[in-house]
């Protein structure tokens, strides 16, 4: 395999060499369906507020049946976590609505329907004590009069919270218990107070994206239409659903919301009172599943963006497996059917319009079978140019694009911003998988030969039972062609917090070559800086999007060089927790600090390494920038992270790595150290 060194896509002292971010580890096996009913009028609501272990039973019947018990329990481990960090607390903060589930039993031990809804406010109206204690999180919201959810909002209640932006498709899951509410009455402003019992972080995968544009005015005195099944018009508008968001219930670990979406007609409703849809491939976990196993309860709420309206459903579910030999539903061996038992529909309950974004439609969405698509998805077929190794079971692939009109999603590759995943579809022994990994070359508008470098690259470190990372390293040969489907996502972890890309698609001409870069955009790119002073933390697969950063950075810095221009670049510490001395990246970083786009680099190698292994790695690094890295063999510590940062603590950090890790960091720096939570940008691997 050739030396990725000798590899340029122009002369920088930058290789082609991003790490794997958002692996998908998971490829589903069809067996025996275990199925087993839990009797939920036997058995009441039991808090737990700390668990032993971090799956129950119905997740771990779900899991082995699909085949990714031994991955979840991995990434379980890391993802599931009792409290909320620093910065959860500042995403819910920012968010101006919120999806919850709740149920509960009243004074007579009658059992409530599961309900699941939405509520909205200005930012804000979503808090916690403080960023130091994220125990108790606060909702301040007016709920609609007719909204199903307000029977089930007792003290004790189990509350399941999904923090969701359809904007970024970033999403939080927080499992909680109800510990107060106040103003239930009529016109009145409620406020929940709840306790965090477990949070999660999710994936993107299968949301579309959507933005707020206005409020809508407030209709009074209006009555929901409730029944005990649907009407013609309401399964119309199920099937045209593209999101909807789910409710399910364990009678000791609460109650649970999430999202599901897909292209418009992923659910099916044959009759008015059943609904089903495939279940499609995700973390692996199987949190709703696992709940859907053990109580059959399931609620579901469907948005109709475009008048406002909510369509409230709740009843009975359970998980019907494909035989081997049956043919996929949706690309799914899985779905979901649901025997509806209470219906509610409440008019004009989304305070706000909302339009969907330029490229709103999810690229993980499968076809749907039977159906004939409207809006055919957005393809590209690009070429693999290079691949080689760049250290132990990680290697680098640069992909060409073609030639051609530079629109859509082609000006969105070429011009992605820093720390963007791609997706791409794969077919592996036959099947289709879809996979998506960092984008960690420089964008290639900023080429100082753009018309020659329409070229991207990732790095993927070969996962044990990762399908697509085992497939790319053995059996993908230059030459051969990738569909890509989307560009997108890790905008948070980009230190370039607002890229121009207005001024950006000015660098593609109107005869589909690319242009160089003018000497105003280097400056309003530069402008875009977060702070003056930025510290990079990562750990693992969470080297690349600071790569993708750094990478820009210098890719400027040659830019401005070229037009004469004087710069000032920002102070930047990169540090880095790896396993092994083995580590890619190691004389890119020196040449880095050599034309000082890098202040320091400090490692951590966490696993023992000799003497010499220490003495090699830093005789990667050029002899005059060796007095500016700095290599520990021991984990990062509070002492550690206190050496990252300023005095003053105005200081821009970016965080990126597993879920472990960040927890860590981020308790360190905010509630240890004192960082502000504002100036604590992060990104985890949640598929």
Same mark, same amino acid.
């Given at each position: 395999?050739?030396?990725? =060194?000798?590899?340029?896509?122009?002369?920088?002292? =930058?290789?082609?060499?991003?790490?794997?971010?958002?692996?998908?580890?998971?490829?589903?096996?069809?067996?025996?369906?275990?199925?087993?009913?839990?009797?939920?009028?036997?058995?009441?609501?039991?808090?737990?507020?700390?668990?032993?272990?971090?799956?129950?039973?119905?997740?771990?019947?779900?899991?082995?049946?699909?085949? *990714?018990?031994?991955?979840?329990?991995?990434?379980?481990?890391?993802?599931?976590?009792?409290?909320?960090?620093?910065?959860?607390?500042?995403?819910?903060?920012?968010?101006?609505?919120?999806?919850?589930?709740?149920?509960?039993?009243?004074?007579?031990?009658?059992?409530?329907?599961?309900?699941?809804?939405?509520?909205? $406010?200005?930012? $804000?109206?979503?808090?916690?004590? @403080?960023?130091?204690?994220?125990?108790?999180?606060?909702?301040?919201?007016?709920?609609?009069?007719?909204?199903?959810?307000?029977?089930?909002?007792?003290?004790?209640?189990?509350?399941?919270?999904?923090?969701?932006?359809?904007?970024?498709?970033?999403?939080?899951?927080?499992?909680?218990?109800?510990?107060?509410?106040?103003?239930?009455?009529?016109?009145?402003?409620?406020?929940?107070?709840?306790?965090?019992?477990? &949070?999660?972080?999710?994936?993107?995968?299968?949301?579309?994206?959507?933005?707020?544009?206005?409020?809508?005015?407030?209709?009074?005195?209006?009555?929901?239409?409730?029944?005990?099944?649907?009407?013609?018009?309401?399964?119309?508008?199920?099937?045209?659903?593209?999101?909807?968001?789910?409710?399910?219930?364990?009678?000791?670990?609460?109650?649970?919301?999430?999202?599901?979406?897909?292209?418009? $007609?992923?659910?099916?409703?044959?009759?008015?009172?059943?609904?089903?849809?495939?279940?499609?491939?995700?973390?692996?976990?199987?949190? =709703?599943?696992?709940?859907?196993?053990?109580?059959?309860?399931?609620?579901?709420?469907?948005?109709?963006?475009?008048?406002?309206? *909510?369509?409230?459903?709740?009843?009975?579910?359970?998980?019907?497996?494909?035989?081997?030999?049956?043919?996929?539903?949706?690309?799914?061996?899985?779905?979901?059917?649901?025997?509806?038992?209470?219906?509610?529909?409440?008019?004009?309950?989304?305070?706000?319009?909302?339009?969907?974004?330029?490229?709103?439609?999810?690229?993980?969405?499968?076809?749907?079978?039977?159906?004939? &698509?409207?809006?055919?998805?957005?393809?590209?077929?690009?070429?693999?140019?290079?691949?080689?190794?760049?250290?132990?079971?990680?290697?680098?692939?640069?992909?060409?694009?073609?030639?051609?009109?530079?629109?859509?999603?082609?000006?969105?590759?070429?011009?992605?911003?820093?720390?963007?995943?791609? #997706? %791409?579809?794969?077919?592996?022994?036959?099947?289709?998988?879809?996979?998506?990994?960092?984008?960690?070359?420089?964008?290639?508008?900023?080429?100082?030969?753009?018309? *020659?470098?329409?070229?991207?690259?990732? #790095?993927?470190?070969?996962?044990?039972?990762?399908?697509?990372?085992?497939?790319?390293?053995?059996?993908?040969?230059?030459?051969?062609?990738?569909?890509? #489907?989307?560009?997108?996502?890790?905008?948070?972890?980009?230190?370039?917090?607002?890229?121009?890309?207005?001024?950006? !698609?000015?660098? %593609?001409?109107?005869?589909? @070559?690319?242009?160089?870069?003018?000497?105003?955009?280097?400056?309003?790119?530069?402008?875009?800086?977060?702070?003056?002073?930025?510290?990079?933390?990562?750990?693992?697969?969470?080297? *690349?999007?600071?790569?993708?950063?750094?990478?820009?950075?210098?890719?400027?810095?040659?830019?401005? &060089?070229?037009?004469?221009?004087?710069?000032?670049?920002?102070?930047?510490?990169?540090?880095?927790?790896?396993?092994?001395?083995?580590?890619?990246?190691?004389?890119?970083?020196?040449?880095?600090?050599?034309?000082?786009?890098?202040?320091?680099?400090?490692?951590?190698?966490?696993?023992?390494?000799?003497?010499? !292994?220490?003495?090699?790695?830093?005789?990667?690094?050029?002899?005059? @920038?060796?007095?500016?890295?700095?290599?520990?063999?021991?984990?990062?510590?509070?002492?550690?992270?206190?050496?990252?940062?300023?005095?003053?603590?105005?200081?821009?950090?970016?965080?990126?790595?597993?879920? #472990?890790?960040?927890?860590?960091?981020?308790?360190?720096?905010?509630?240890?150290?004192?960082? &502000?939570?504002?100036?604590?940008?992060?990104?985890?691997?949640?598929?």
């Amino acid at each position: 395999m050739p030396d990725c =060194t000798n590899y340029d896509i122009q002369r920088l002292p =930058t290789l082609l060499v991003p790490i794997l971010l958002w692996q998908l580890l998971f490829a589903s096996q069809v067996s025996s369906w275990w199925h087993s009913t839990y009797n939920m009028s036997e058995t009441p609501m039991q808090p737990v507020e700390i668990y032993d272990q971090p799956f129950h039973e119905g997740e771990i019947a779900i899991q082995e049946q699909a085949g *990714t018990a031994h991955s979840a329990a991995s990434l379980g481990r890391g993802m599931i976590s009792s409290h909320l960090g620093p910065g959860e607390v500042t995403y819910l903060q920012g968010l101006q609505m919120i999806v919850i589930s709740s149920w509960s039993r009243d004074t007579e031990s009658e059992q409530h329907p599961l309900w699941t809804s939405m509520l909205f $406010g200005d930012a $804000g109206f979503i808090r916690t004590l @403080s960023t130091a204690d994220a125990s108790l999180v606060t909702i301040t919201a007016s709920i609609h009069s007719a909204d199903p959810l307000r029977q089930s909002l007792v003290p004790n209640a189990a509350v399941g919270l999904l923090a969701i932006d359809l904007m970024t498709r970033h999403r939080l899951r927080i499992n909680t218990k109800l510990v107060d509410v106040t103003g239930l009455g009529p016109d009145q402003v409620m406020t929940l107070q709840l306790r965090v019992l477990e &949070s999660l972080g999710n994936c993107p995968k299968h949301i579309q994206r959507r933005q707020i544009v206005s409020k809508r005015s407030d209709p009074k005195h209006v009555r929901a239409a409730v029944s005990a099944e649907l009407t013609p018009r309401q399964m119309t508008l199920l099937q045209s659903m593209d999101t909807i968001f789910v409710g399910t219930f364990h009678p000791t670990r609460g109650a649970d919301a999430s999202h599901r979406g897909g292209f418009a $007609g992923f659910l099916r409703s044959p009759s008015p009172t059943t609904v089903w849809w495939a279940d499609y491939d995700g973390n692996g976990m199987f949190n =709703t599943l696992g709940n859907i196993q053990v109580t059959q309860q399931l609620s579901l709420v469907a948005p109709d963006w475009s008048l406002g309206h *909510t369509l409230h459903v709740s009843g009975l579910a359970e998980v019907e497996w494909l035989a081997s030999d049956q043919p996929r539903v949706d690309r799914a061996n899985r779905l979901v059917r649901m025997t509806i038992t209470h219906v509610v529909e409440v008019p004009f309950m989304i305070p706000f319009t909302y339009e969907v974004a330029e490229d709103w439609q999810s690229p993980f969405n499968p076809p749907l079978s039977g159906v004939v &698509s409207t809006a055919p998805k957005e393809e590209l077929t690009v070429t693999l140019l290079k691949k080689c190794s760049v250290a132990k079971d990680v290697a680098t692939f640069a992909f060409q694009v073609p030639d051609g009109p530079i629109a859509g999603l082609t000006r969105r590759l070429l011009c992605h911003i820093p720390g963007e995943y791609v #997706t %791409f579809d794969l077919h592996i022994d036959g099947q289709p998988v879809t996979r998506t990994w960092t984008i960690s070359s420089f964008p290639a508008c900023l080429s100082s030969a753009p018309k *020659t470098n329409k070229v991207f690259s990732i #790095t993927v470190k070969r996962e044990v039972h990762g399908l697509a990372s085992t497939w790319l390293h053995d059996t993908l040969q230059e030459r051969q062609t990738l569909t890509v #489907t989307g560009v997108g996502g890790g905008h948070t972890i980009s230190t370039f917090m607002a890229w121009p890309t207005t001024s950006l !698609a000015q660098v %593609f001409a109107p005869d589909s @070559s690319i242009l160089t870069v003018q000497p105003d955009d280097i400056v309003d790119m530069l402008r875009n800086q977060a702070y003056p002073v930025m510290t990079l933390v990562s750990a693992g697969i969470g080297l *690349t999007p600071m790569m993708a950063s750094l990478r820009s950075l210098r890719q400027l810095q040659v830019l401005a &060089s070229k037009h004469a221009l004087e710069i000032q670049l920002p102070e930047v510490t990169f540090a880095h927790s790896t396993r092994t001395t083995d580590m890619p990246f190691a004389n890119e970083l020196g040449e880095l600090l050599e034309v000082s786009v890098l202040s320091r680099v400090v490692l951590h190698i966490t696993q023992p390494a000799t003497e010499k !292994a220490v003495y090699d790695l830093r005789g990667r690094f050029a002899e005059q @920038s060796r007095s500016s890295v700095t290599i520990n063999t021991i984990r990062f510590d509070t002492t550690a992270y206190r050496t990252l940062l300023p005095e003053s603590m105005v200081v821009s950090v970016f965080l990126c790595g597993p879920a #472990t890790f960040m927890s860590h960091a981020q308790d360190a720096m905010v509630k240890t150290l004192g960082l &502000s939570a504002g100036f604590l940008h992060e990104e985890a691997f949640f598929f």
